[in-house]
C-alpha cells in the first residue's frame, strides 16, 4: 500500500493562501470544485447546504468588510459561503403536505456538519487544481448584517465562507504550521482529559521563544477572550434561535404554515 501517495502529500502540503494573482478562475474549474463539494459525504445523501457563489463585486467588497475588515476577500476571484440548510427540506416537506415539524437543534447540527464537509471538499480539490484558498470564519459574526446582506431564510445559516485564488509566488514559499503531535490529538476509545503538564507539553511549541505561560495568556486575550470571540458567540445565538423552544420540536407547518424567508 502506497502510504506516500499524491492525495496525502497534497493534504499535508496545503495551507491557507491570503494573497492571490490577478488570474481569473476558469469556469471550467470552478464548476469542478463545486462539483467536488457536491460528491461529499451527507447525512441520508440530503444535501443539508446551499451553496452561495459570491460574484458581485460590490458585495465582496461589503464582505471584505464585515468580516473583519480584511481586503484581501474583495480581491480573491471565487469567494463561496456554504450554508447549513434546514429550510429546503421543510419547505418541501410542506409544500407536499407532509405537516413537518419545525427544524431543531437537530437537524442544525446535521446540516452544519454537511455543509463544512463539501466546503473541505471544495477546499482539498481546489488545491489540487491549483487554486489556494482560506477559511474565513467572520462570516458567522454579525448575524443581523449578513442574513440581511444574502437574503438568510430563518432556517439557513453561514457555515463558512471559502475564498480561492491562484497563489501569490511567496504564498507557496511560506512554510505551512505545523500541527500538534497525534498523541494529544488522538485519545483512544473515550475521551482522555489531560492535566495542566501534558496540555503545556501539546502546546508549548506554539510559544516559540516566548514563556509558556505569557504566550498562553496572550492568546487568550487574542482569541479566546478578543471581542470578535465574543460577537460569534452572540451571533451563533441568533442563528440558533429559530431552531430551540417547543414549536421546533412538536409545531407542524399545518398549523401556522411554513417559515418564511
Known amino acids: 500500500m502506497d502510504m506516500d501517495n499524491e492525495i ?8 491557507s493562501v491570503r494573497a492571490f494573482l490577478d488570474r481569473p478562475v476558469p469556469p471550467e474549474v470552478k464548476r469542478a470544485v463545486l462539483e467536488a463539494a457536491c460528491a461529499a459525504p451527507t447525512a441520508g445523501n440530503q444535501q443539508l447546504y446551499t451553496i452561495l457563489d459570491i460574484t458581485d463585486q460590490g458585495l465582496r467588497d461589503t464582505l471584505a468588510d464585515t468580516c473583519d475588515h480584511q481586503p484581501f476577500i474583495a480581491q480573491a476571484p471565487m469567494v463561496l ?4 440548510d434546514c429550510q429546503k427540506w421543510y419547505d418541501a416537506f410542506a409544500a407536499g403536505g407532509c405537516a413537518p415539524r419545525r427544524p431543531a437543534a437537530g437537524d442544525l447540527w446535521l446540516a452544519l456538519s454537511d455543509a463544512s464537509i463539501a ?17 474565513i470564519g467572520d462570516i458567522l ?32 514559499e511560506r512554510e505551512k504550521p505545523a500541527r500538534c503531535a497525534l498523541r494529544h490529538i488522538v485519545h483512544e476509545n473515550a475521551y482522555r482529559p489531560m492535566d495542566g503538564a501534558e496540555l503545556e507539553e501539546m502546546l508549548a511549541w506554539k510559544a516559540g521563544p516566548r514563556p509558556y505561560p505569557h504566550w498562553l495568556d496572550a492568546f487568550c486575550r487574542r482569541k479566546y477572550n478578543s471581542d470578535f470571540s465574543r460577537e460569534m458567540s452572540r451571533s451563533a445565538g441568533v442563528y440558533l434561535a429559530p431552531f430551540q423552544g417547543p414549536q421546533a420540536a412538536e409545531n407542524p407547518v399545518g398549523e401556522e404554515g411554513p417559515a418564511e424567508g
Open 8 to 15: 496525502l502529500r497534497q493534504l499535508r502540503a496545503r495551507r
Open 141 to 172: 459574526e454579525q448575524a443581523e448584517t449578513h442574513r440581511a446582506l444574502l437574503h438568510l431564510p430563518a432556517y439557513v445559516v453561514p457555515a463558512a465562507m471559502v475564498v480561492f485564488g491562484y497563489p501569490a509566488p511567496q504564498q507557496l
Open 81 to 84: 459561503i456554504f450554508c447549513a
Open 119 to 135: 466546503a473541505q471538499n471544495a477546499v482539498t480539490a481546489a488545491w489540487s487544481l491549483g487554486l489556494g484558498s482560506c477559511y
